[in-house]
């Protein structure tokens, strides 16, 4: 009975499976919204930084998170396929992140 709604749903909504096309499509439409955000995002933290220099805009916070959370999940994935590349990448990036945050956070401390 479950299984019914659940198919049931599916058709409603229109969900299906997607075919090569449409996976491929869905993509590109990810990476161009992708992109508009971390410009939008940056300029607006560019602009917050023109307007108070003293402070970290919450623009910025979100480009940096962002980012840090894309690389991060797709050096996982990959490293999880076997690359033995992918897994020394993780390492490298998960040091550099640390360092980076330790650094920006000495920044902070005696520049603010």
């Known amino acids: 009975m479950k299984k019914d709604v659940w198919q049931h749903l599916k058709s409603a ?3 299906h ?3 090569e096309m449409e996976m491929h499509l869905n993509l ?9 955000l971390v410009v939008v ?3 607006w933290g560019i602009h917050d930084f023109i307007v108070s220099p003293h402070t970290f805009s919450f623009a ?5 998170l962002q980012n840090v ?4 999940i797709s050096t996982i994935l990959k490293s ?3 690359d033995r590349k992918a897994f020394h990448s993780l390492l490298i990036w998960v040091i550099l992140t640390a360092a980076g ?12």
């Open 69 to 72: 959370v894309y690389f991060t």
């Open 28 to 36: 590109q439409a990810m990476r161009w919204t992708y992109l508009l």
């Open 80 to 82: 999880r396929t076997g």
């Open 13 to 15: 909504f229109g969900v």
């Open 60 to 64: 910025m916070f979100l480009v940096i």
């Open 101 to 112: 945050v330790l650094s920006v956070g000495v920044l902070f401390t005696f520049f603010h």
């Open 17 to 19: 499976k997607m075919d």
């Open 41 to 43: 995002l940056w300029i």
